[in-house]
T-cell receptor, first 114, second 114 residues
Framework: KQEVTQIPAALSVPEGENLVLNCSFT??????LQWFRQDPGKGLTSLLL?????REQTSGRLNASLDKSSGRSTLYIAASQPGDSATYLC?????????????FGEGTQLTVNP | GAVVSQHPSRVICKSGTSVKIECRSL??????MFWYRQFPKQSLMLMAT?????????EQGVEKDKFLINHASLTLSTLTVTSAHPEDSSFYIC??????????FGSGTQLSVL
């Protein structure tokens, strides 16, 4: 059974700081890995999706890397802003299933202080 | 981008009543929708996969008679929590698949059972 772990569970940083969120998964047989943002009491917004054959994806100040063999992914946020405060979730899609069945980590709650 | 509308956003009900949650894809057709449950400070847990025109597929441990799922059209899936009890209080989120790699989430429903 796939298990996804995110470290740290919570992180508080001053505005402008660069930061890294970590995600690890136990079964490396994944189709892709996705990072989401969730604001309090809200749904999820997809940030970056990395296919299993890819090493990284970038969007603006966000960069996500994937090391499939070691079961790890990182989300790098450059020059953090208060508006980045949210919970960040990573999720993996397994190889063997059709559709978009995802296994989520428990998230990292990020607070960026002005 | 594609929009998934989920209603209601918040519902409070008495123990023993039934609650219906709607998930609509507003600008695309979704043959597959997913229902998740999220307890405070925990990850999203997949409850069931809803396929248009067929019976939903439930995850292990999810009672199909308690959580009724109907996906009668390509743009609407409903989750009915029957005879709700306080332990059913949770945040319920739906997602809809718009393409092979495109998954969009609703804004969630906070259910509180008194």
């Amino acid at each position: 059974k796939q298990e996804v772990t995110q470290i740290p569970a919570a992180l508080s940083v001053p505005e402008g700081e660069n930061l890294v969120l970590n995600c690890s998964f136990t079964d490396s047989a994944i189709y892709n890995l996705q990072w989401f943002r969730q604001d309090p009491g809200k749904g999820l917004t997809s940030l970056l999706l990395i296919q299993s054959s890819q090493r990284e994806q970038t969007s603006g100040r966000l960069n996500a890397s994937l090391d499939k063999s070691s079961g790890r992914s990182t989300l790098y946020i450059a020059a953090s802003q208060p508006g980045d405060s949210a919970t960040y979730l990573c999720a993996v899609r397994p190889e063997e299933t059709s559709g978009s069945r995802l296994t989520f980590g428990e998230g990292t709650q990020l607070t960026v202080n002005p | 981008g594609a929009v998934v509308s989920q209603h209601p956003s918040r519902v409070i009900c008495k123990s023993g009543t039934s609650v219906k949650i709607e998930c609509r894809s507003l600008d695309f057709q979704a043959t597959t929708m997913f229902w998740y449950r999220q307890f405070p400070k925990q990850s999203l847990m997949l409850m069931a996969t809803s396929n248009e025109g067929s019976k939903a597929t439930y995850e292990q441990g999810v009672e199909k008679d308690k959580f009724l799922i109907n996906h009668a059209s390509l743009t609407l899936s409903t989750l009915t929590v029957t005879s709700a009890h306080p332990e059913d209080s949770s945040f319920y989120i739906c997602s809809a698949r718009a393409g092979p790699e495109k998954l969009f989430f609703g804004s969630g429903t906070q259910l509180s059972v008194l």
